[in-house]
């Protein structure tokens, strides 16, 4: 602390300081020190005194004053002038005061929130993820259920969040990096590119790889963790869960190896299933029986000792016959002999036997290890999967058969294991706040401590008709739902008799014209609103439909309580430190600039909801004691963050303290991290709810002609080709992917002038990157111009990188790029816009959680035409 | 300096940080990171070979500065006095690593907006006219603080220190992990050293 405390003194004559904040230019939200020198920012650095970063930044973090200071920042708000909106129509901006803008906007949301508040939808980008407090308890206190990020088109880990959720109380997982021998990463990136915790996953992974962790990157194109890797397994494009399901099938059913205390005791495994695939259940409790060894009968999961609890044979219960959940898990998983695996995925069955069992033996199936005096179950083995491998139709099997290898093995937040991060946490020392812990709900399985979505993942919701645009309401296994901006969405909101429409959209630094899908197919529905208000950067492709433009404060201008809060998000996992650091202004704007936060709180007076807005922000924030808010007072965002900082870390360590020292930290026990030894919780590896939603979705959805598919909802997870694998429209080839680069955010950074040159100078980050041989074939040559093209007929072109790197039946694109606007000068023009082909609509989204915008794709060269067969799969998290 | 190519994972901090310290010009980079593919699919490996000036022992481009601009520092460190530079770049010519500059005239990174505020502080150092290029941070060096990528490499895979002593922790790296430099053969005897990937 006294570094922070010493650099923030001003220094003689010229005013010099150091301020402790936290970055924005991805999600990672990393702590950095702002280097002031006479009012002007001249550094970013790391601040060594947080755990999220230690100091170090990565090359976005860096680059951030090209971003602050970039000319072409909305600095003034905007009203349109031109009533007609469409891409590249000139929405005749003229500069209004502020005042005139809040004045016409609050009239606007009072007027519908008399009218209908859920007609009000609230959107915002993923880089702001720490700071959405102000949107949440704005959004709650109106009264819409109609909020959503951006990303939650291409870019969101729907599978990864809702399995994450349910499997490990987190947002997603990584290798336990202090303690893992052996990992194997299915389309992640994890400590080797962008994401959650990203800058200090990069050291925990390098130290890992000095010590010698061995890495499996399967991922059809080798860059990144795969450039890292001791192996790279090249695949073919969305098949990864025919790769895992055969590796699980190696572990149990060829190798006999699994962790039968852990599945006892930490999942229902030993669950007895019927006939009719759901759980026989105690008469009078309704609890799920198990059959215990020693009594030789059945017996609620909570009355017998889980040593006792069978995990294999055939019983008959009440006249019912049965088996465990595990006797059917390994009787399902026969099928996926790796010989079958090797036609799906094109990966040897060889080699998928080796990495079975290379995986299955390091687990050290049975061992302990002593940590801080604690001796705790040694699993030193993770299956890591992110954003890359469930980026399609298949997107909860695929993502829950990768975890099933931690779970059959044991490794699931054990040490060395695969860690969710961060979902117990028991507090600071002084107040133990914040204080949460995974416990047991229904039928035992577990229900996380702390969840970041408007849901927790379990218990499950009840389907019903829904009132929510998205209709997560009905399909209740989405996190995120891309039916705000499909093309079919008027088609399903009349369907489901939606009872209302949307007519205001509050944009909170989106971009949803390049975000979500096809630019056609998301203008329609920007368009369709009757009034758009944009808090910006820059005036974005996006911008151009909105009626008022408000120029927003960036994060160096910028105050928020919890940049890295709900830990489970962008706190590193593994043991090390709790650390709660803040984000602060460092300078003030340079022209009309102000903080959304500010403007959310001031607009909530104006409408005339502040007794709602300080009862959500209260409930939200968990505010307590003398920091409660009243309920009729006006708050400045400053005095909310004051008492959220105070009620979490007491009176004496407010926003002044925080201001001066940055960051507060403490150390993590081994029963925090480790946690899942110590809670009495269970996990589903038979997934017995599944057929059940679906019934009862199918029972609303299938009347109204939305057929609701049986495959996609079995408790136990299989492979099911998406339509790119099977169509074989002649010529169309190859299977194209997306995929997350490392000095670029969403489609924000292309802007900075640094991280383009450096992008520009890079061989992958603009380009489309086919294999060489691939190309050669098709008589492609190195840099030139091509066009890729869908069997819809969508296009994008771009340059051709070809790359020994990749798959041959792959087509890799990088980033969110592909900019067209004037806002943006620096992005236009650069890079390929990967999003442009893809389709929004029911028929390209899984149907359980609403995840991958699955596209069968094709290719032509700019002269002549070839065809290819190519789907959207983003590589890494 | 050793940079240790089995930590490092590309993600440009060494090339972005050294950006942000000195605040060089668009087109001209201290540090910059290659990317090299090696073998053919599929036994290829992707290779981060992040490079700098590699601060010779028998640098070429300080015998061939006809007005001893170039110059060796006492401790070693190749640096450039602006001051005596007259830009006629046969040091860029001599360079066998091709590491130095040639900032011709003033540019600034948004073309047709001038300077930003950070950039009329950040950029005041730099004269046009004249050959830029890495030095190792020698300001911050002797406020004995490590160089700008150094202290910023997310991954820890750069080391700075005194090659010379054989008990410092770069001639103890360079030993047990058998560390090389770039084309030795040149014979300029590089201050840069790589470890294995």
């Known amino acids: 602390m006294e570094m922070v405390a010493e650099a923030t003194q001003t220094n003689g004559q010229l005013n010099d300081a150091w301020i402790p904040s936290a970055c924005s230019l991805c999600y990672g939200t990393c702590s950095i020190l702002a280097h002031r020198l006479d009012g002007v920012l001249v550094k970013i650095e790391g601040n060594p005194e947080s755990a999220v970063g230690k100091g170090r930044l990565c090359g976005k973090g860096v680059s951030g004053l090209m971003t602050h200071y970039d000319p072409h920042r909305v600095r003034v708000p905007l009203r349109r002038t031109n009533p007609i909106k469409g891409i590249g129509i000139d929405p005749g901006w003229k500069e209004i005061s502020w005042d005139a803008a809040l004045d016409e906007i609050a009239e606007r949301l009072r007027k519908l929130r008399e009218d209908d508040p859920r007609k009000l939808f609230i959107q915002r980008t993923t880089t702001v993820t720490s700071s959405r407090t102000p949107i949440q308890v704005f959004a709650a206190a109106f009264g819409t259920p109609n909020r959503s990020s951006a990303g939650g088109g291409l870019h969101c880990g729907n599978g990864a969040h809702l399995i994450s959720g349910i499997m490990h109380a987190s947002w997603s997982v990584v290798p336990d990096f202090q303690y893992c021998n052996y990992a194997v990463y299915f389309g992640a990136s994890k400590g080797h590119s962008a994401g959650h915790a990203s800058c200090s996953n990069m050291g925990l992974a390098a130290d890992a790889r000095a010590r010698g962790m061995k890495m499996v990157v399967v991922d059809p194109m080798c860059n990144f963790a795969a450039a890292k890797a001791t192996e790279w397994v090249p695949i073919r494009v969305g098949t990864d869960a025919a790769l895992a399901l055969a590796m699980c099938n190696v572990t149990v059913n060829e190798l006999g190896i699994y962790d039968a205390p852990y599945l006892q005791a930490k999942t229902n495994a030993p669950y007895l299933i019927g006939p009719d695939k759901s759980y026989v259940r105690d008469p009078e409790s309704r609890k799920p029986l198990v059959w215990d060894r020693v009594v030789r009968k059945a017996q609620p999961y909570d009355a017998a000792k889980p040593q006792e609890m069978a995990l294999e044979g055939k019983f008959e219960v009440n006249g019912v016959p049965c088996e465990p959940s595990f006797q059917l898990l390994k009787e399902h998983l026969k099928t996926f002999t790796p010989e079958w695996a090797e036609r799906i995925t094109t990966i040897p069955a060889k080699n998928i036997r080796r990495l079975g069992s290379e995986f299955a033996r390091e687990a050290r199936v049975g061992s302990t290890i002593v940590i801080d005096g604690i001796t705790l179950p040694y699993r030193p083995v993770a299956a890591i999967a992110f954003r890359g491998s469930q980026g399609h139709m298949n997107s909860v099997y695929d993502f829950l058969a990768v975890d099933l290898l931690n779970h059959l093995v044991g490794s699931a937040d054990m040490v060395g294991g695969c860690l969710g991060f961060n979902p117990a946490c028991h507090g600071h020392p002084d107040t133990g706040r914040p204080h949460f812990i995974p416990k047991a709900g229904p039928d035992g399985l577990m229900i996380t401590g702390i969840w970041m979505a408007h849901h927790n993942p379990y218990p499950i919701r009840e389907p019903r008709m829904p009132e929510q645009v998205g209709l997560q309401d009905l399909f209740v296994l989405c996190q995120t739902s891309p039916f705000s901006d499909s093309s079919d969405h008027e088609e399903l909101w009349d369907k489901f008799h939606l009872p209302y429409r949307p007519e205001i959209l509050l944009n909170y630094g989106t971009n949803l014209l390049m975000s979500i899908g096809n630019k056609e197919t998301v203008a329609k529905s920007l368009a369709k609103f009757k009034f758009i208000i944009s808090f910006d950067l820059f005036l974005t492709e996006s911008s151009d439909f909105a009626d008022i433009v408000l120029p927003d404060c960036d994060y160096l201008e910028s105050l928020d309580s919890r940049p890295n809060f709900p830990f489970i998000f962008n706190l590193p996992g593994g043991m090390g430190e709790w650390c709660w650091p803040i984000k602060q202004p460092t300078v003030n704007p340079d022209g009309q600039q102000r903080r959304c936060s500010d403007i959310l709180v001031e607009l909530a007076d104006r409408i005339g909801m502040r007794e709602d807005l300080n009862a959500a922000f209260n409930a939200i924030l968990k505010l307590e004691g003398p920091f409660r808010l009243e309920r009729e007072r006006r708050y400045s965002y400053e005095e909310v963050c004051d008492a959220e900082l105070k009620t979490n870390f007491g009176p004496d360590r407010g926003l002044e303290w925080f201001r001066k020292h940055g960051v507060i930290k403490w150390p993590k026990k081994p029963g925090e991290v480790y946690w899942r030894h110590c809670v009495d919780v269970r996990v589903p590896i038979y997934w017995e709810f599944l057929p059940a939603i679906r019934e009862k979705i199918a029972a609303i959805a299938e009347p109204r002609g939305v057929k609701i598919p049986q495959e996609y909802y079995e408790p136990l997870p299989d492979w099911i080709p998406c339509s790119s694998h099977v169509e074989n429209t002649p010529g169309y080839d190859l299977f194209a992917f997306y995929y997350r680069d490392i000095i670029h955010t969403n489609s924000f950074t292309m802007e900075n002038p640094w991280l383009d040159e450096a992008a520009r100078l890079d061989p992958y980050s603009y380009t489309i990157a086919i294999n060489a041989e691939t190309g050669r074939k098709k008589g492609l040559k190195e840099g030139e111009e091509i066009w890729v093209e869908t069997e819809k007929g969508r296009r994008v072109k771009g340059r051709l990188h070809l790359t020994e790197a990749i798959h041959p039946e792959g087509l890799g694109i990088g980033a969110c790029a592909g900019h067209w606007g004037d806002g943006m000068p620096v992005a236009k023009g650069k890079g390929v816009f990967f999003n442009d082909l893809l389709e929004v609509d029911f028929d390209h989204v899984s149907p359980v959680n609403l995840k991958g915008l699955c596209r069968a794709l094709g290719r032509r060269n700019a002269r002549r035409q070839g065809k290819g067969r190519f789907f959207q799969r983003s590589l890494r998290g | ?197």
């Open chain 2, 1 to 197: 300096m050793v940079i240790d190519l089995k930590r490092c994972i590309g993600c440009y901090g060494c090339q972005l940080s050294c950006k942000a310290e000195h605040g060089t010009p668009p087109g001209v980079f201290f540090a910059r990171l290659l990317k090299q593919e090696e073998g053919h699919y599929p036994t290829v490996r992707q290779l981060f070979l992040p490079v700098l000036c590699f601060h010779c022992d028998d640098p070429p481009c300080v015998e061939v500065c006809p007005t001893e601009a170039s110059f060796k520092w006492p401790d070693g460190i190749v640096d450039i006095d602006s001051e005596k530079c007259v830009g006629c770049r046969a040091c860029m010519m001599a360079c066998p690593y091709i590491q130095r500059y040639f900032y011709d005239e003033e540019r600034y990174y948004f073309s047709g907006n001038g300077a930003t505020p950070y950039e009329r502080v950040r950029s005041q150092r730099h004269e046009t006219g004249v050959v830029m290029k890495c030095n190792f941070c020698r300001d911050r060096v002797m406020a004995g603080k490590e160089p700008a990528c150094v202290a910023n490499c997310p991954t820890v895979a750069r080391y700075f220190g005194d090659l010379d002593n054989p008990t410092s922790e770069v001639s103890r790296l360079i030993k047990e992990r058998g560390g090389y430099t770039l084309h030795p053969e040149i014979g300029t005897g590089p201050a840069v050293y790589y470890l294995p990937p």
